[in-house]
């Protein structure tokens, strides 16, 4: 089976504090994308960084970056700076090519702390 | 920019009547996904559209059916309601001939069965 991992049920961080949350997956595919989504109190799925599993760089948006070990299969999540907004529910999630349905995570609660 | 639209944000209905909820892709995307996230949980994936025609099935009851119409727009039916149908029901879009195979969410249909 296809699986994503978050490990950490729950994460808190210090505002202004740097934080990692991570993720691992399992694919037999060699072509695939990488997820993180944001969903804060509202419930809406915010999408917060993707990575593309051909591209050995990892991705960065502002405050976001990932690690992303492909070997390893591991993916996890960077936010520097914590700010009180950051506070939210984070899905990692893995997609595909063409219309391949997203396997997402179960999930990590980050709290920031002020 | 345009954002997919979900209507209703919410329902409540009683158990064993039936339900329909309408999804409006983002402009030009062809592709439409659904997913179901229960409380606590993280999104599962029900199933997906491609050009009008299924293009992935997942955890779908059969009591549930869905279609994409010639304008894009989806409708997700679910009929003989159950308490355990009780969940946020999410849309998401994509351009299956884009570059990133990136899905935007829908603000979220939850649905209260009593």
């Known amino acids: 089976a296809q699986t994503v991992t978050q490990s950490q049920p729950e994460m808190s961080v210090q505002e202004a504090e740097t934080v990692t949350l991570s993720c691992t997956y399992d694919?037999?595919?060699?072509?695939?994308?990488l997820f993180w989504y944001k969903q804060p109190p509202s419930r809406q799925m915010i999408l917060v960084i993707r990575q593309e599993a051909y591209k050995q760089q990892n991705a960065t948006e502002n405050r976001f970056s990932v690690n992303f070990q492909k070997a390893a299969k591991s993916f996890s999540l960077k936010i520097s700076d914590s700010q009180l907004g950051d506070a939210a529910m984070y899905f990692c999630a893995r997609g595909g090519t063409g219309t391949y349905k997203y396997i997402f995570g179960t999930g990590t609660r980050l709290k920031v702390l002020a | 920019a345009a954002g997919v639209i979900q209507s209703p944000r919410h329902l409540i209905k009683e158990k064993r009547e039936t339900a329909t909820l309408k999804c409006y892709p983002i402009?030009?995307?062809?592709?439409v996904y659904w997913y179901q996230q229960g409380p606590g949980q993280d999104p599962q994936f029900l199933i997906s559209f491609y050009e009008k025609m299924q293009s992935d099935k997942g955890s779908i009851p059969d009591r549930f059916s869905a279609q994409q119409f010639s304008d894009y727009h989806s409708e997700l039916n679910m009929s003989s309601l159950e308490l355990g149908d009780s969940a946020l029901y999410f849309c998401a879009s994509s351009s299956a001939s884009g570059s990133t195979d990136t899905q935007y969410f829908g603000p979220g249909t939850r649905l209260t069965v009593l």
């Open positions: 402009p030009r995307h062809d592709t």
């Open positions: 694919t037999s595919e060699s072509d695939y994308y």
